[in-house]
């Protein structure tokens, strides 16, 4: 069974058609990348399957359950799903070891102390062991980035949404992030992610996806669509992005 | 900060001069406030203690032994000033609270809640406090439908009333300080609406507003004296029965110091606090 099925997506922001019937299925361990131009609806794909905004047509389907369904429990689905978006994922009023189990604490119910353990093992393995009483703002872009994402995978959500993680930071911090979302890979997650760091794409994906114009234009795996991309506006945005 | 080895960093003879240039015209900053408030108070003093009438104000004013005599009534009348005022600030908290938040809920199934709730804060904060106190204090135990309770406890009600919806004010307006990326990200963990507020956009919001809060308790540790209106023996009554017996107005003059000596911590507190917040919340030092 897939982990995430989108079946002909239809999105718009009053006259603005930002989603023109997008399919797209992930298996499990899947990492897919999206790439496209700014304002392609890379975001608003994203945001429709965590059910922040609702979709106009078409199904999203989640490991076999409909989660367009208007009877679904939307709590329940985003606690299955683990999101990070490009900035103020945390919440500044709560040290690093509060925001990374609350979701663990609150949502999923799990012993407060249990989750404080799993989550100072996880915080300390991506090395942000000694941050665990900071408050957010004491902490690197990069630093807090990470920590979003340790929340995020907290609750072993069956899939994470990754939002231009990295766009809101400084080069030098890039790294650490992407580093973070490397191991993730390795341990099996399941990850559809905005980026714009093409090389990064390249190296990490199995499939990347294309967009244009709310549109999935073209999508196979970095080598085909890298190297030898069919669609005219592919082989224009990707001579943009990489001649810069 | 918590990482990095400790690198014992000895200052320079330059940075040495400027700390010492720092505290030499720290100190004399100090020397000229303390100079100029020198000189206004004995202007003041001066010119209060010359004027003609200064005599007479004095003794019906500042006449120690009613003072003194007058003390113990006008403290046992500010006990119950206090009560009043704990009880009204635990009922502002929780139905201010719920205001805010009332006003707060979005969609159109809760547009009646919203409605009432405006009219409700609109209302209290354009009627003065004392006539609530009349209406409340005299109309609603006319009725008869309560049973009787005593004048303090309807002036607490009534404080209460109003102070709720001047703080429904200043928490809504905390609330919808606080960044929206900050609900989709807590939405997006799964936590439910009510939750959301509960732990993420309340103790943000709150925190934003913190100053004007205790402004705001300050000046309802004030007003709870007016309960006295409404016939409830406080301080101030305590002082009024005593200047009418006594033809003198130092009891006032002691009911007034003694509120003065209730609240003087709190605002002081109250700029502490806003100016830690200032600091916490700019980088810029300097400016
Ligand atoms: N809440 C909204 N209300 C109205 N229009 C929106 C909203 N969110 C997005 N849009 C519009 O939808 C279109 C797609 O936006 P989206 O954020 O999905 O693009 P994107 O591919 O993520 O771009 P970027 O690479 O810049 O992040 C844009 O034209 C944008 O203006
Ligand atoms: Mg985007």
Not at chain 1, 143 to 156: E, G, H, P, S, Y
Not at chain 2, 101 to 111: K, N
Request: some cysteine; aromatic content about 8%; overall charge neutral.
């Amino acid at each position: 069974m897939s982990v995430l099925e989108v079946r002909d997506v239809w999105k718009a922001f009053g006259d603005n058609t930002v989603l023109k019937g997008v399919d797209l299925t992930l298996e499990e361990h899947d990492v897919v990348v999206l790439i496209g131009a700014s304002g392609s609806g890379k975001s608003t794909l994203l945001r429709t399957i965590n059910l922040i905004e609702r979709i106009d047509d078409g199904q999203l389907i989640l490991s076999g359950d409909d989660i367009s369904d208007p009877g679904v429990d939307m709590d329940k689905v985003r606690a299955r799903i683990g999101v990070v978006f490009q900035q103020f994922n945390l919440f500044p009023h709560m040290r690093v070891i509060d925001n990374v189990t609350l979701a663990a604490r609150k949502v999923h119910g799990e012993n407060p102390a249990a989750a404080r353990e799993r989550a100072a093992e996880l915080l300390a393995k991506f090395g942000l062991g000694d941050k665990l009483r900071d408050y957010p703002d004491r902490l690197s872009g990069g630093q807090q980035q990470r920590v979003a994402i340790v929340r995020a995978i907290l609750t072993n959500p069956e899939l994470l949404l990754l939002d231009e993680i990295t766009s809101a930071l400084d080069p030098m911090l890039v790294g650490e992030v992407l580093d973070l979302v490397r191991g993730l890979k390795d341990t099996g997650s399941t990850i559809l992610m905005a980026t714009h760091e093409m090389a990064f794409a390249r190296e990490v994906a199995d499939r990347v996806v294309f967009m244009h114009g709310g549109r999935i234009l073209e999508a196979g795996s970095p080598k085909d669509i890298f190297d030898n991309p069919q669609q005219p506006e592919t082989r224009e945005f990707l001579a943009r992005v990489t001649h810069h | 900060m918590s990482d990095g080895t400790p690198t014992a960093h000895e200052p320079s003879l330059l940075e040495l001069e400027r700390r010492a240039y720092r505290k030499r015209s720290t100190w004399r900053s100090v020397g000229i406030a303390a100079g100029s408030t020198l000189i206004f108070a004995t202007v003041a003093t001066l010119l209060v203690v010359n004027t003609p009438g200064w005599e007479a104000v004095k003794e019906s004013f500042f006449n120690w032994e009613i003072g003194k005599e007058s003390f113990p009534d006008i403290l046992k009348g500010l006990w119950l000033n206090i009560q009043a005022l704990f009880f009204a600030g635990i009922g502002v908290a929780i139905f201010g609270t719920t205001l805010a938040i009332v006003r707060s809920l979005r969609g159109p199934v809760f547009f009646p809640l919203r409605m009432l709730a405006t009219i409700y804060v609109d209302l209290f904060r354009g009627v003065p406090v004392l006539i609530v106190l009349y209406l409340v204090g005299f109309g609603i135990p006319a009725l008869g439908i309560f049973p009787p309770l005593s004048a303090a406890v309807w002036g607490t009600i009534a404080i209460g009333l109003c102070y709720s919806a001047y703080v429904a004010e200043v928490l809504r307006a905390g609330m919808e300080a606080v960044n929206p990326s900050q609900r989709v990200a807590a939405r997006s963990l799964g936590l439910t609406h009510g939750k959301t507020l509960r732990m993420v956009v309340i103790p943000q919001g709150v925190r934003k507003v913190i100053p004007a809060l205790m402004n705001d308790f300050v000046s309802m540790q004030k007003d709870v004296g007016l309960i006295s209106v409404l016939g409830a023996v406080d301080a101030i009554r305590a002082a009024q029965i005593d200047a009418a017996t006594t033809y003198n107005f130092t009891p006032y003059v002691v009911a007034a110091m003694l509120f003065i000596a209730i609240s003087l911590p709190l605002t002081r507190l109250t700029d502490y606090v806003a100016a830690r917040m200032n600091k916490r919340e700019q980088i810029g030092g300097v400016v």
